[in-house]
């Protein structure tokens, strides 16, 4: 659910394009990315601290888009995994838990616009 296909693209470009299109909706890029996949971290809101977390311990939502080569082609499918972050940035005391189903598909239009810039930079 909220996949996305890229059409005649490229990694590099598709990197370009999510930076530039999650930080208007609040995210800021997140550590560990590489040439296949980028992530992105944005402070919870009260409901899913209250779900998720416990007073005093607010709840990171990160999202990392992973994108796959459509082989025999400049195509690149661009999916999100949804993960809820406990105790962000204390090493040792970080839980990462990840969320299913509806969380995904929320970020079709993010990735849609992530698409529409990317599509058409051609291969690296």
Do not use: C, H
């Not at 601290?49 to 709840?59: A, E, I």
């Not at 690149?76 to 962000?88: G, H, L, Q, W």
């Amino acid at each position: 659910m909220g996949s996305v296909t890229v059409t005649n693209s490229n990694p590099s470009a598709i990197i370009s394009a999510a930076q530039s299109v999650f930080p208007d909706y609040g995210y800021t890029p997140s550590f560990g990315n590489g040439i296949n996949s980028v992530s992105f971290d944005k402070n919870s809101n009260k409901l899913a601290n209250v779900l998720w977390g416990s007073y005093g311990d607010p709840q990171t939502i990160r999202v990392k888009v992973k994108i796959v080569q459509i082989p025999g082609t400049n195509d690149y499918r661009i999916s999100p995994k949804v993960y809820t972050i406990s105790d962000e940035g204390e090493t040792g005391f970080q839980s990462k838990r990840p969320l299913m189903g509806l969380w995904n598909a929320e970020f079709g239009p993010l990735l849609k616009k992530v698409a529409a810039q990317a599509s058409g930079s051609g291969p690296i």
